[in-house]
């Protein structure tokens, strides 16, 4: 049996997080101003179905795709948002379910710190993929259920304030975004991914532990 674990449209990917995925993926790069459409489903190894059948029925591009025993991934991307939709529907007229069969994100954690010491930056820049921070800036860390809720939550973050995008993990049991800025910026940001997640329509997964 499939589980449905996201589903979600983007409808143009920022500058940033476009830049960053490019940092992270290893199929075709998407660029700023595309539109991308990203699941992640379970058992893992059923997502190499569900590309082949998007790859044969429409234009778009993988971006990324990550085949684990557990859940499965896959990232495409094109400049017609029609042909991306087009995608999202086929994968769930593949799997007979509809939107509402994904999971509703959950935001886990989420953890501001502002003023951030000088070390403690340092700490953080070596293990971004992103933007650096500096000294002084406030730092903000999301955790969403499921992971791939990142991606988007970042995507709404970039739309809503100038920051900086220091790290996207969307791969795994639970997804994680950093960013960094000044504190007026980061609240706007957090404002917009928090509407934008919770009002997502889904069914409730209690595993998450946050219930």
């Given at each position: 049996?499939?589980?449905?674990?996201?589903?979600?449209?983007?409808?143009?990917?920022?500058?940033?997080v476009?830049?960053?995925?490019?940092?992270?993926?290893?199929?075709?790069?998407?660029?700023?101003?595309?539109?991308?459409?990203?699941?992640?489903?379970?058992?893992?190894?059923?997502?190499?179905?569900?590309?082949d059948?998007?790859?044969?029925?429409?234009?778009?591009?993988?971006?990324?795709?990550?085949?684990e025993?557990?859940?499965?991934?896959?990232?495409?991307?094109?400049?017609?948002?029609a042909?991306?939709?087009?995608?999202?529907?086929?994968?769930?007229?593949?799997?007979?379910?509809?939107?509402?069969?994904?999971?509703?994100?959950?935001?886990?954690?989420?953890?501001?710190?502002?003023g951030?010491?000088?070390?403690?930056?340092?700490?953080?820049?070596?293990?971004?993929?992103?933007?650096?921070?500096?000294?002084?800036?406030?730092?903000?860390?999301?955790?969403?259920y499921?992971?791939?809720?990142?991606?988007?939550?970042?995507?709404?973050a970039?739309?809503?304030?100038?920051?900086?995008?220091?790290?996207?993990?969307?791969?795994?049991?639970?997804?994680?975004?950093?960013?960094?800025?000044?504190?007026?910026?980061i609240?706007?940001?957090?404002?917009?991914?928090?509407?934008?997640?919770?009002?997502?329509?889904?069914?409730?997964?209690?595993?998450?532990?946050?219930?």
């Open positions: 049996m499939i589980e449905l674990r996201t589903f979600t449209y983007i409808d143009i990917l920022q500058p940033q476009a830049a960053f995925q490019a940092t992270v993926s290893q199929g075709y790069l998407p660029i700023e101003g595309q539109a991308s459409l990203f699941i992640e489903i379970g058992p893992g190894i059923e997502i190499n179905r569900l590309t059948v998007i790859l044969k029925r429409t234009r778009v591009k993988p971006g990324m795709q990550v085949v025993r557990q859940f499965g991934i896959l990232e495409v991307h094109d400049f017609d948002q042909e991306v939709r087009s995608a999202g529907d086929i994968v769930l007229e593949e799997l007979g379910m509809d939107i509402n069969q994904r999971i509703k994100p959950t935001i886990t954690t989420n953890q501001m710190i502002t951030i010491d000088p070390h403690h930056s340092m700490l953080i820049n070596r293990m971004r993929h992103g933007d650096m921070i500096k000294a002084g800036e406030t730092l903000y860390v999301l955790e969403t499921p992971a791939g809720y990142a991606l988007l939550a970042a995507n709404e970039e739309k809503a304030a100038p920051l900086k995008i220091l790290e996207i993990r969307a791969v795994g049991a639970f997804g994680r975004l950093h960013l960094a800025g000044g504190e007026d910026e609240k706007e940001a957090v404002k917009a991914m928090t509407y934008t997640l919770e009002k997502m329509e889904g069914r409730v997964d209690n595993s998450s532990g946050d219930a």
